[in-house]
């Protein structure tokens, strides 16, 4: 579906996107998280086609998003963190005139904006004003004018940004019926709790790179592509953590005598790490695989990406 190849995006003074590189899944719900600074809505920006990288591609469909711009619009819809409405239109006049910029005829563009009323549960609200709406309705009616040209791509830059609770998870649900429908979802979003309810991908960034891209079970919201251990035995935690270290695991916790850590999915990295833990005599009463949900995902991914550049330096 989206394939992105050599992303450089650079200010005078600053590279913001560094040779980035991926692809996101058809038919996913891929979270894009990093920690301020990290690139995110440049990444936001470049794939919906509003600013224009330094060098590399952009791809929707096999279609290049900055050499045919019109046709891979049709495929895309996109809502920035900070949205606007017109107060003074209704929801019905909202999404017909966001259906006729499309390029959708005036008759085909009524019937459309009933039918994303409908997929956005706020087909009540036709006739209210925008303006009228509360906190919550109006993301609905905004995520509403994005797909109203039933695009096969979604992209949100912090969506849930302002929403109360009960919007928030509203707002989760929604994104696994839109998906259920065969949307594709990319959502920037500094929330991890809340991710895991939806995200089946999450791509982290950090200082204009990818440091982890990885798929979850939508069901257990655990990572497929990352173990989290833990350690109890009779040892010095300080003498384990520093042979974790030079391991280059990630996350590394300590509480009494029990150390968890975060590494990558691979029984080659886990034998490995329980021959070097033998061979330093470490004594170990319990060693086992716990859950490793998005919260210990991120912060290993950032903890080891931050040791290879401690390494490098």
């Known amino acids: 579906m989206i394939e992105i190849e050599n992303l450089i995006f650079e200010y005078p003074d600053k590279r913001v996107i560094d040779k980035l590189s991926l692809k996101i899944k058809d038919n996913s719900i891929t979270v894009l998280v990093g920690p301020n600074g990290a690139g995110k809505t440049t990444l936001i920006k470049s794939i919906a086609g509003l600013t224009e990288p330094y060098s590399g591609h952009v791809?929707?469909?096999?279609?290049?998003?900055?050499e045919n711009p019109v046709e891979a619009h049709k495929k895309m819809g996109?809502?920035?963190?900070?949205?606007?409405?017109?107060?003074?239109?209704?929801?019905?006049?909202?999404l017909f005139y966001a259906a006729i910029s499309h390029g959708i005829a005036d008759e085909e563009a009524k019937h459309k904006a009933v039918q994303a009323a409908d997929r956005l549960s706020i087909a009540e609200h036709l006739n209210n004003l925008a303006g009228d709406l509360s906190r919550g309705l109006k993301q609905r009616l905004a995520i509403a004018q994005a797909i109203v040209h039933e695009p096969k791509f979604l992209v949100l830059d912090e969506p849930a940004s302002g929403l109360d609770p009960l919007a928030r998870n509203e707002l989760s649900a929604l994104f696994k019926q839109l998906k259920?429908?065969?949307?594709?979802?990319?959502?920037?979003?500094?929330?991890?709790?809340?991710?895991?309810?939806?995200?089946?991908?999450?791509?982290?960034?950090?200082d204009g790179e990818v440091i982890s891209n990885s798929a979850f079970d939508l069901k257990l919201g655990e990572n497929l592509s990352t173990r989290k251990i833990?350690?109890?035995?009779?040892?010095?935690?300080?003498?384990?953590?520093?042979?974790?270290?030079?391991?280059?695991?990630?996350?590394?916790?300590?509480?009494?005598?029990?150390?968890t850590f975060v590494i990558e999915d691979s029984d080659a990295k886990q034998v490995s790490i329980v021959k070097e833990l033998f061979e330093k005599e470490v004594n170990i009463l319990e060693?086992?695989?716990?859950?490793?949900?998005?919260?210990?995902?991120?912060?290993?991914?950032?903890?080891?990406?931050?040791?290879?550049?401690?390494?490098?330096?």
């Open 287 to 313: 060693y086992k695989n716990v859950v490793a949900n998005m919260k210990d995902l991120y912060a290993g991914s950032v903890a080891a990406h931050q040791n290879k550049k401690q390494e490098v330096k």
């Open 59 to 66: 791809k929707i469909d096999g279609l290049d998003v900055y």
């Open 78 to 94: 996109y809502l920035p963190d900070f949205f606007g409405l017109y107060d003074a239109l209704t929801v019905r006049e909202s």
């Open 180 to 206: 259920s429908q065969g949307m594709t979802l990319l959502v920037s979003s500094h929330i991890l709790s809340e991710l895991e309810d939806y995200a089946t991908d999450m791509i982290i960034l950090k």
């Open 230 to 259: 833990m350690l109890r035995g009779h040892f010095s935690s300080m003498d384990v953590v520093k042979i974790l270290e030079e391991l280059n695991v990630g996350d590394i916790q300590v509480n009494a005598d029990v150390v």
